[in-house]
């Protein structure tokens, strides 16, 4: 059960109180008691006194009345005195009236020497041996324990007694005593209106006291919510508190909470931007990465994992290893995973079925994330080793272009000059050579196509070779794929192929129009080359991300497994009259404008080429990468 601070100050005062009223009203009654004792002694010891000079007037009286004992007897003597007390009508009163009204005198009864009682307030009681109590002085000398315990125990006598002696002063004989006798129950009857006081007053003071200390906490705790309130706030996110305005220990702690809530608003600043950057990153990140605490849950998981496993990213937080990659699945097999805790692996190939594409080969690794010697975590990293290997393709195949450029854009040069002459000589020989002459005209004008078509063949690599400058400019690529298909559509018609186009939304792209219709018209030409019994050419532009996808797939042959490393080559071809430059042009235009370009082919079935580029927003000047490839004629032209 919860208490609230206030019920337990409130309780806690209560307590003390109570415990300080029961002390001080221990000990009042505790000195009440003695003294109501004392004063009883007191009290009584003067009755007998008074009883003492009364009795010895009604001896006075009896002698001057005449009277004397009977004879020196000690029996004489005894009734003479008893006779003469007996007489006395004052004495007689006296005793009355103590009885009668004192609360405190119980009885009176004055006894001879031998204890028998002469006269008595208990009219039973003369002549007979009167009962003998307890002294009252020892009462009053005994402990608080006992005085209590006497006085509100069961009702018990004490009595005080006077010495009764006979004679003249000087020359007194003993001869009896006056007993005073007091009740334990009246005295109690003396104290209780003291004590009763004295127990309401108690009383009062414990529930005022209870009262004012609930009001004091509750008046001084009340800052309390305030603060309460405040943290709320900030736990909320509301940062911007203005602390209580007090001098006292509340307003020191609510300035303190408000510089922590400044404090946790720069963390939560910095925090969120390192996730920010972090999302950025992982966005960007082509591998699928995984990274799971101490105990085997993933708390990151990038973007990229879904066309690994197939499941969003954000389904997979939070899960646990051992759910993520169960039992029978492919990456098990390839990691060590006990009660979600990974073993390190440097390099395994699992093959993952594709989400409705043709499995591949999935690179896996496992790192131990540790500090000092305590581990974290792991990270799972998924690669796709196919495409990896084609990129690593594509670098070779710019690589080999960029060099082969070199050499060869030299080689064009040299060749071209000697060719230059060669169809000057030519140009003379026709003119000087008879008309009659046949063979040796037919001779010259084989050389002169020869000639031609080799001067042809050098211009074509020079210029594939001469560095470019791009005219870029924003572009619709729908009406750019138009365009493209404009130009192609007599041989579509001819080949009775059917197109199929689908633009999506796509914004514009930042491009040199010319050079990237002519890259797509070689991809749609050698789509029409591929299907010479007709089939379908299917275009499509589509946003995906920062960037723009264009696609062009034909129904045609595909490309021969043996093939496919070499298509972006230069001068590859199986085409029969075909130069093995379309492709190499393509690839270059597209490198020029920081984009990409990769293919998927099934023999048989057909091929798709797909063109990666950046939306205009993101471009930035693209850089004729290629120079180097044709610095040399550059230099040299
Ligand atoms: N859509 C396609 N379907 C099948 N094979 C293709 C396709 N596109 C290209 N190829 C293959 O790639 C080779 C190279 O193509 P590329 O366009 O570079 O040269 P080409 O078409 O043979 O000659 P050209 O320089 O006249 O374009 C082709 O010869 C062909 O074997
Ligand atoms: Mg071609």
Redesign the pocket.
Known sequence: MQIRLKTKITLTTALLVVAVVAVNSGLYVASLTRQVIRQADNRAGLVAQQVFFQAQNALAEAAAAGQAPASDSAADLREYVRKSLDESTALASLIDAEVGYSFLVYEVTVVDIGGTALISSDASLPGRPAPSRTRLSQLVGSGFVNQLRVIYGPPRAYEVSYPFKLGAPGHQVPFGEIRVAVQTGLLRNEIAPALRGAALLAMISVLASVLLVGLVSSISLAPLKRITAQLDRISRGEFDQKPLERGDEFGQVSTKINQIGQQLRGVREIFSTLRENLDQVLGGLEDGLLLFTRDGRAVMVSPAVERFLGAPSDSLLGRHAEEIFPADHPVRRAVRLHDGVFEPVAAAEVVLPGQGEPSRRVGVSVQMITEGVTRMGSLVTLTDLESRERISTQLQVSERLAALGRITAGVAHEVKNPLNSMRLWLENLKVSLPDAEDMPRQAVNVLDKEIDRLDNVVKRFLDFTRPVELHQEESSLAELMNEVLGVARPQMVRAKIEVETRFSDVPPVLVDRQLLKQALL??V???V??MPNGGKISLSARRRGDTAEIR?G?T?????PE?RQ?????F????P??????????FRTVQLHNGSID?E?EVGR??T?TIVLPLARQLEPALPRPQDMGRDTARNA
């Not at 590859?572 to 085409?575: E, H």
């Open positions: 070689n991809l030409l050698n789509a080359d591929a062009v034909d045609g042959r595909g490309i021969a093939h070499r298509v972006f080559q230069l590859f071809t199986t085409r009259g075909g130069n093995g430059i379309g492709l190499a042009s393509a293919f082919t057909g091929t080429f």
